[in-house]
């Protein structure tokens, strides 16, 4: 849905919205990975989640900005399109905006599904209908993709005000922070579909502190890791 | 010690008594340390020595347990693991309500 974007952005900023995913996808791997690898070695179910919500992140990054980036080099090469190019090269867009649509939001739900803290299919396969199966049906699914999006942020994000409120420390205040950018990200691109093409931009560098918070946070748990003085007789 | 603890905070408590005791302790005292009762303590021990956390040793002046290297590195990685729950708000909770 963001090649849509196109049209609202400012020419300049072409590349760097491609540059700027691809750095996203790059946080929310590293994310992903390192959750999987805190479940790998605690058993607990909550890292799993929080490790596949961000995979599903990551995948919406990637699909999006390795293909905008192979319309642009196509673009690039044959500067004179033939109808049917434009129209080929349109569809092939339309097919990567939902593909990034369904991924970013299969991991919003499943972001908000962890912060629920039950286990329950039924919760989650609801979530996840009620959350899809309207974008294929409306008319302007950007819109919808948005306002969902940004109710799915806001309820995560009351589950991390929760938490800073219960651990009142540097790390739990930055993931607010960064999520609390997240919504406001969020709502900035929803107005540039309004053909506010300024608000495009804003909104993808707000998302950039957010994910370089998290990535921070990711940097401090490493840093603050301590070694156990071994017993004698262990190496 | 906190009054609702996760299955994470048992096993560490469990480790770490064990480790605070120079890597070998009596059953009593892990039981002393980590404030589980008898049944819950043995499938805690249970799980920890399948996993390969625990040895158990038998000797003549009775049961001790004693930390495996993959022990000790469980409690390397241990204070990574909460750092990156408690900050991303992954804390599972005591009861899971369906």
Redo the contacts between chains.
């Keep these: 849905m963001r090649m849509v974007h196109l049209y609202f952005m400012p020419n300049w900023f072409v590349g760097y919205n491609i540059l700027l995913h691809i750095i996203f996808c790059i946080i929310t791997l590293l994310v992903s990975l390192?959750?999987f690898r805190?479940h790998k070695?605690?058993?607990?179910?909550?890292?799993k989640l929080?490790s596949i919500a961000f995979l599903f992140v990551s995948l919406a990054f990637f699909i999006e900005s390795i293909m905008n980036l192979l319309i642009l080099a196509e673009l690039n090469e044959h500067v004179t399109l033939v109808l049917e190019d434009i129209t080929s090269i349109a569809l092939f867009n339309f097919i990567i905006n939902y593909a990034h649509i369904i991924l970013f939001s299969i991991g919003l739900v499943t972001l908000a599904y962890?912060?629920f803290?039950?286990?329950?299919a039924k919760i989650y396969s609801l979530l996840l209908i009620i959350t899809l199966v309207p974008l294929f049906f409306t008319s302007n699914p950007l819109y919808l993709y948005y306002l969902t999006s940004s109710i799915l942020l806001i309820y995560i994000l009351a589950?991390?005000l929760?938490?800073y409120l219960g651990?009142k420390?540097t790390?739990?205040l930055?993931?607010l922070f960064a999520f609390l950018l997240l919504l406001f990200g969020n709502i900035q691109v929803f107005f540039s579909i309004s053909n506010h093409e300024i608000y495009y931009v804003i909104g993808h560098f707000i998302e950039l502190i957010a994910y370089l918070l998290i990535l921070m946070?990711?940097m401090?748990?490493?840093k603050?890791?301590?070694?156990?003085?071994?017993?004698?007789?262990?190496? | 010690m906190n009054k609702k603890r996760d299955r994470l905070q048992v096993i560490h408590d469990i480790l770490k008594a064990i480790q605070d005791r120079n890597g070998r302790i009596k059953p009593t005292h892990i039981l002393y340390k980590s404030n589980l009762s008898h049944q819950m303590l043995e499938e805690y021990l249970g799980e920890l020595i399948s996993k390969g956390f625990v040895v158990e040793n038998n000797s003549k002046t009775g049961k001790t347990y004693s930390l495996t290297p993959k022990g000790f590195e469980y409690l390397n990685k241990y204070r990574m693991i909460v750092e990156f729950v408690d900050s991303f708000g992954l804390n599972e909770p005591q009861d899971i309500k369906t």
């Excluded at chain 1, 070695?41 to 890292?47: F, L, V």
């Excluded at chain 1, 803290?117 to 329950?120: A, G, I, K, M, Q």
């Excluded at chain 1, 603050?224 to 190496?235: I, L, N, T, V």
């Design positions: 390192f959750a805190v070695m605690s058993g607990q179910r909550q890292p929080f962890m912060t803290r039950v286990r329950s589950h991390y929760i938490n651990k420390q790390r739990t930055l993931v946070n990711l401090l748990v490493l603050h890791e301590q070694k156990a003085r071994p017993a004698p007789g262990h190496s």
